[in-house]
Structure formats: C-alpha cells, structure tokens
C-alpha cells in the first residue's frame, strides 16, 4: 500500500502545558471533564526505550490509547490508519514527540501505531488506555495485532 502524508481521522494530538516553579513541574495529562467516557482509562503504566529501539508498528481491534509523552528523550511516533471504513484511510502521520514537545496522543482502535527513541537517551512513555491488558485477571488473549516480525510488512518506521 501507498501511504499518503496526511492528518488521520479519530487521532488526538493534545499539546501538554507544564506548570512550573521553583520546586519542579506538573502537567495534567487527562481529566474527565476532558476525555470521553468510552476511551476512559482504565490503567497506566510506564515504560522506558533505550536510545534507537522501537516499540512497534501494532495496532489494537478494540483499545484505544493515551499516550504521554514528556520526556525525558524524544520519540519520532509513527501511525498509519489502516481502517477501511475511515475517511482517512491510507494516511500516515509522523510527530517527534517528548522533551522538547510534550503532548498526549490518543490513538483510536485500528491505527497501526509504533515509535522509535531518536535521543541519545531513554525516552519515557506513560500509556493509560481505555481496557486492561490482558483483561480482567490477566486472563483473555491480549489486543494486538503485532507487525515487527513481518518483513513483508507496510509499516514501515525508521529513526
């Protein structure tokens, strides 16, 4: 498939505002009084990417997404909306993301997502999607449909 350069519809790119003083910074990465109830989280964890790796290209059926992405380090994001049903289907967007531009992104169902440290050190990502992994209990098959093993693959994500 051809990508085409392009905004992709669903996707929420959510600039962060940091507020500081003497001891430090705070930022607010989601409210509910600001998110939607169907895509509100229902866990957060952290992670952690060593310079030049990637986590990706993946997409999930049924999860959305909130990334935040704060630094330290900076991540060049890649999506491709892979969604036929979707006005924007066949675009791709690129956002270098972090420490120097701190926003949340919501990535809806069916966006093949992925990203790659560009820094020349770790990048840090909390993530709160909308279900758990795993499900309940850890015990359901987990929601992904995996692309970094395939070669042949159209998702393709350079640093």
Same mark, same amino acid.
């Not at 500081?20 to 866990?43: K, V, Y």
């Not at 972090?98 to 990535?107: F, Q, T, Y």
């Given at each position: /498939?051809?990508?085409?350069?392009?905004?992709?519809?669903?996707?929420?790119? +959510?600039? #962060?505002? +940091?507020?500081?003083?003497?001891?430090?910074?705070?930022?607010?990465?989601?409210?509910?009084? @600001?998110?939607?109830?169907? #895509?509100?989280?229902? /866990?957060?964890? #952290?992670?952690?990417?060593?310079?030049?790796?990637?986590?990706?290209? =993946?997409?999930?059926? !049924?999860?959305?997404?909130?990334?935040?992405?704060?630094?330290?380090?900076?991540?060049?994001?890649?999506?491709?909306?892979?969604?036929?049903?979707?006005?924007?289907?066949?675009?791709? @967007? @690129?956002? #270098?993301?972090?420490?120097?531009?701190?926003? $949340?992104?919501?990535?809806?169902?069916?966006?093949? =997502?992925?990203?790659?440290?560009?820094?020349?050190?770790? *990048? &840090?990502?909390?993530?709160?999607?909308?279900?758990?992994?795993?499900? +309940?209990?850890?015990? *359901?098959?987990?929601? !992904? $449909?995996? =692309?970094?093993?395939?070669?042949?693959?159209?998702?393709? &994500?350079?640093?």
């Amino acid at each position: /498939m051809n990508w085409t350069d392009g905004k992709i519809d669903g996707l929420i790119v +959510k600039p #962060i505002k +940091k507020y500081s003083d003497q001891r430090g910074w705070l930022a607010e990465l989601f409210r509910t009084d @600001e998110i939607s109830s169907d #895509i509100m989280p229902q /866990m957060g964890y #952290i992670s952690v990417t060593n310079p030049g790796m990637s986590r990706g290209p =993946h997409a999930h059926v !049924e999860q959305t997404d909130v990334f935040g992405f704060l630094g330290p380090g900076s991540m060049r994001v890649f999506l491709w909306d892979n969604r036929p049903a979707s006005r924007t289907y066949g675009n791709k @967007e @690129e956002i #270098i993301v972090g420490e120097d531009n701190p926003v $949340v992104i919501v990535v809806p169902p069916g966006l093949v =997502h992925g990203y790659v440290n560009v820094s020349n050190k770790e *990048a &840090m990502v909390l993530n709160f999607p909308n279900s758990l992994y795993k499900g +309940k209990d850890k015990k *359901a098959d987990v929601d !992904e $449909v995996r =692309h970094e093993e395939d070669k042949n693959s159209p998702f393709k &994500m350079h640093g």
